[in-house]
């Protein structure tokens, strides 16, 4: 026998609106006016309107197809404003950019990112049919004291480096520096995550020796490289 | 306080300076390239990723077989 399909799952106008704004002020800022200035070509301006209409048309009129609803609203739009860019070529040259304005639009996108996520709904999990009752359940460990210090001074080194990167004056360095910085900004909250949790859970682990031993070429490595600064400090 | 308590705790401060000198060591970097100083800058990213490297290694679980 084969079981019914489950219902397309609909988009609440809410968060349509949630994705819808954001994506919105991120197009106008980043993508239509640059699209709009006198030397963009044509082909950019219509591009930048194919974004427009695959945001607005994947959160509105594909109903309650919530997979093509992203598929349009998230790989279409963003797909039509790389497009665009890609198109705009000069126009977009750090030394044109107005950087309020780009700084502004970067807020837009990350809005528009975190608009894809979902709030939990505000409904009591206990009156769900499905709900097992009875004694909360405990918690069976606490984040170790050292947790939260780790996690505070992995994400103030990473606006440390976004804004960094914001001192690098050339432009085509400029372009680089953000992309570094945005990597190492990555990379350190990723091993912060993971160092921070693995505090004072030492069952998973080896033995301190032994995890001493396994750093012992890259420590190696370390110190050379720290001798060899030395000495091209000592010889500027 | 036995050496393998001594030893792991050695092992979880190495690991934190590390941490912190891959931190240090990006921001450097960063620093560097918008002083103009690139080659600066290549040092210091590539201590910070060999330093950031060593530090998620020591955090690996112990082998199953052991």
């Known amino acids: 026998m084969i079981a019914r399909a489950a219902p397309p799952e609909l988009m609440p106008l809410s968060e349509r609106t949630r994705v819808l704004l954001p994506g919105l002020y991120a197009w106008l800022l980043t993508v239509e006016l640059p699209a709009l200035s006198r030397g963009a070509r044509p082909l950019g301006r219509v591009t930048a309107l194919v974004a427009l ?7 509105f009129m594909v109903g309650g197809r919530l997979r093509l609803a992203r598929g349009l609203a998230i790989y279409g739009f963003i797909f039509a404003c790389a497009v665009t860019w ?10 044109r950019l107005d950087r309020i304005r780009a700084a502004a639009g970067t807020l837009g996108w990350v809005l528009y990112a975190f608009g894809w996520g979902r709030i939990r709904s505000a409904h009591v999990p206990e009156d769900a049919p499905n709900a097992v009752l009875g004694a909360p359940l405990a ?4 984040l170790h004291r050292r947790t939260v210090p780790i ?9 440390g480096f976004e804004a960094l990167a914001f001192r690098v004056d050339r432009p085509e360095h400029a372009v680089l520096a953000h ?20 505090q004072g ?14 750093v012992a070429v890259r420590g190696a490595l370390l110190s050379v490289l720290f001798g060899i600064g030395l000495v091209w400090a000592a010889l500027r | 306080m036995t050496d393998r308590v001594l030893m792991s705790r050695v092992a979880n401060a190495v690991n934190l300076l590390l941490f912190l000198a891959a931190c240090a060591s990006f921001a450097l970097g960063l620093y560097a390239l918008g002083d103009r100083r690139d080659l600066q800058a290549i040092y210091w990213l590539v201590v910070g990723g060999i330093s950031l490297k060593a530090a998620t290694d020591m955090l690996r679980p112990r082998a199953s077989g052991r």
């Open chain 1, 53 to 59: 209409a695959a945001l607005v048309s994947g959160l």
């Open chain 1, 151 to 159: 996690a505070v001074c992995a994400v103030v080194a990473a606006i």
């Open chain 1, 179 to 198: 992309a570094t910085a945005t990597a190492c900004a990555l990379l350190v909250l990723g091993a912060s995550a993971t160092l921070a949790l693995r």
């Open chain 1, 86 to 95: 890609a198109l705009l070529g000069g126009e977009l040259s750090p030394a």
């Open chain 1, 201 to 214: 859970t030492r069952s998973d682990f080896a033995s301190g020796a032994t995890r001493l031993n396994g």
């Open chain 1, 139 to 142: 918690a069976r460990s606490h």
